[in-house]
Structure formats: C-alpha cells, structure tokens
C-alpha cells in the first residue's frame, strides 16, 4: 500500500514538473513572438517602441510627415526678403544741465541747452520693397511710421542698415513711398488685386512688431471682411479697409499682408485694440487694399503728392452743434439730424464759386449722403480734378442744390473748425 502511494505521489510531481516546463515553452514562444512583431513594427514604420530596458529612454526625433503648412511657408520665403523695418530719427532738444538722480537738472551744471543736429530715434514701423529700377529702389510703408521725421532709416531683412529719402506721403490714405539704394536689394514683392480677395481667405502679415528687435515676424489669420468702413487717415477721411485677425501689433504698420500665393493685398495700418466701453479686443486689424495702395504710390513717384479736390472750406459736424442752435441759428427742419455745417468760405474757392455760405448745412454730394467731415472727404475723393459734382444743403431751412466745379486742394487753415483741403 505504502509502495503504491509512493508511485503516485512520483507520477504527481513529474505531472508538475511537465506542466511548469510547457508553460516556460509558450510563454518564451510568446514573448519571442511579441518581440518579432515589436521588430517588424519598426522595420515598416520606421519608429522605436521605448523599452524599459532601454537606458536612453527609448524615445527619438523622426522625420517630419508632409508640412501641411507648406503653402504658407513658400509664401512667407517669397516676400521675407523684400520686408524691412522702417526708422523714424527726429531731432532731440537737451535740456541744460544734467539729471539728476530722480530726473531733474543740477543747477551747479551750466552745459549747453541743446544740441540741434542730434537724431534719435522716435519711433519704428515696416515697409515692403515693391520696385527696383536701376541704382534705386522703392519702399511702400504708412505716412504715420515717417511723419515727422528728420531722417529715415531701412533695415533691410539681412540686416544691412541704409538711408532712405521720402519721395511722397499721402495723409488721407495713411501711405507714404521711401528711395533706397538698390544695390543690396535681391526681392521685390508683387501686388495682388484686392478686389478677387473673400472673407475667410488665409492671409499673412510681416513685420516688425514692437520694433526691429522681432523684424520679419509673420502671422497668419484670415480675411475677417473685404470692406471696412473708417478713418484710416490722419485727417479723418473715411476710406474702404481690409479687416484681418491675423495678428498685428504697433510697429506692423506699413508691413505687407499677403495671400497664399506671396502677393501683396494690402499694407497693413491699425488695429482695433478696444471698443468705445474701453473693453479689450483682439484679433481686429486692418490694411489698406492693394489696389488702393497702387494707386496711391504711382501718383506718389510721378508727382510727390496726391493732388485732390478741395471745396475750400472750413467746417463741423452738425452733430456737434446743440438742437437750440441748430433750430434757432441753423433753423433746419428737425427731420435733418447729420450733415456738415459751412463755418468759412475761402474766397475765390470752389464752394464760393458755387454761392454756399457760412452756415449752410451740406447733406449730399453727388449721390453719396454726408453724416459728417469724414464722409464728406470721402466722397469728394472720389472725384478727380476737373470733375463737376452736385452738392445738396440747407439754407434757412430750404433745401438747395447746386454745381461745384472742382479744383484742386489749396492749402488753407482754420485752427477752430476742420478744412477739407490737404
């Protein structure tokens, strides 16, 4: 019996033995498996699977996938080179004496007040490089990046520092065209039309914001409307803006904002940074359309100016006047609520021409209805010299009209009220 219970417990152990060394078998066969796959895994997609007995970590940089923004890199490389910051340098007054420690001059110091012909720099902007015709090359960028200034300086995109002359500025379109020397100029950008662009197309603005430090700095954004209506100038015209989210900070102005393919729409110009309750905004700027902008920049290089047409008058908005005065001295019918009010008529001028007078309110010019100052330079931009225009006002509470014969803008002043000449 004891013979019998002694081959059994043999048989029992070897069945143990057996089962430990089969599942030693499939458990090799299993991780010898996992690793051939682990192995092919890597073969066909060229990656490593981190191993914990991998004292590197087991992680790598891979080779990059298709660039799915390689449009807009080949449109950036294709005008980077023609962006370049722009330089203000103004003259600096010295007071007499030096500073002391908390800023104020030391009365023991009897130095000289001033030194007239030192230049600093007053501020900084962008300009794109659009022409190059023989020795010179031309730059178009904001009047308000060069008002102002003594002398002007382009940094371009190698760095390379040089003069620039201004040819012309236009302040009623905010845009202005510098001269530099062309020898190291090797990209010129082109100008698309700006009429083909659609909200929601990709756009990008280059630039130099918040100075030449981040020069060549490119954003991407999207066409957020074709056409905005507001004072681009520094006159307070109204004019026709392209709106953008692409991001545009204080030093973009008179960068390029460019579509997909690397051609110039617009020059950018401002951003929105608040609302009228002061809230922040963000993701609101504007550029003045390419088609504006040639326009502009030819007449700039032919004559150095923009000559428009000027009525010859000083005036206000008529909601600027009080309801007594607009009743007891203006005696418009109530119905009449905008419009600009005639303050002066320059002799011999356009608007003395055609009879208006002082306190005659203007309503219309040609088909365009006038709600104050900046739509009434607005549409007398329209037109050309030379050109004939209807005007309608208010005359003692009468409705009248007649024919302005436009000329070209004189330069008159009024430190009261605003003129509508350049």
Request: net charge positive; aromatic share 4%.
């Amino acid at each position: 019996m004891n013979k019998m219970f002694k081959n059994l417990r043999g048989r029992l152990w070897l069945g143990v033995i057996l089962v430990g060394l089969l599942a030693g078998l499939i458990g090799s066969g299993i991780g010898l498996g996992i690793n051939n796959m682990v192995q092919n895994h890597e073969e066909v997609t060229g990656t490593r699977v981190p191993s914990s007995s991998n004292k590197n970590g087991g992680t790598k940089v891979n080779k990059n996938k298709a660039d799915l923004n390689g449009e807009a890199s080949q449109a950036y490389k294709s005008v980077q080179g023609a962006v370049v910051s722009v330089i203000n340098k103004q003259k600096v007054q010295q007071s007499s004496g030096t500073l002391g420690i908390f800023g104020y001059g030391s009365s023991s110091d009897n130095s000289s007040s001033a030194d007239s012909n030192k230049l600093e720099t007053a501020s900084e902007g962008s300009g794109v490089i659009y022409k190059k015709d023989g020795d010179s090359a031309y730059v178009v960028t904001n009047n308000h990046v060069v008002k102002g200034s003594n002398a002007l300086q382009v940094i371009l995109s190698n760095g390379k520092k040089v003069n620039a002359d201004l040819v012309g500025a236009d302040s009623a379109t905010d845009l202005a065209v510098l001269k530099i020397n062309s020898s190291n100029v090797k990209t010129v950008a082109s100008f698309g039309n700006s009429n083909s662009i659609v909200p929601g197309q990709d756009v990008l603005a280059i630039g130099s914001p918040m100075g030449s430090e981040y020069a060549n700095t490119v954003t991407k954004g999207i066409v957020s409307a074709k056409n905005r209506t507001l004072k681009a100038g520094t006159d307070g015209t109204l004019t026709s803006v392209i709106q953008t989210d692409a991001a545009i900070n204080s030093g973009n102005s008179g960068g390029p904002l460019i579509n997909m393919a690397g051609q110039v729409i617009g020059i950018n110009s401002m951003k929105l940074a608040s609302d009228t309750q002061g809230s922040s905004v963000e993701g609101i700027g504007f550029a003045i359309p390419s088609n504006e902008v040639v326009t502009i920049i030819n007449q700039l290089i032919k004559d150095g100016k923009i000559s428009r047409p000027s009525l010859g008058i000083s005036m206000v908005d008529l909601s600027n006047v009080t309801s007594d005065q607009q009743q007891s001295v203006l005696k418009l019918p109530t119905s009449v609520t905008k419009g600009v009010v005639v303050m002066d008529v320059n002799g011999g001028s356009v608007a003395d021409t055609a009879g208006l007078k002082q306190y005659d309110v203007i309503t219309k010019l040609g088909d365009t209805t006038i709600t104050d100052t900046g739509s009434l330079k607005a549409a007398l931009y329209k037109y050309k010299v030379g050109d004939t225009a209807k005007v309608t006002y208010y005359r003692d509470g009468q409705q009248q009209t007649a024919t302005l014969h436009l000329t070209k803008s004189t330069d008159t002043t009024n430190n009261s009220t605003q003129n509508d000449g350049e």
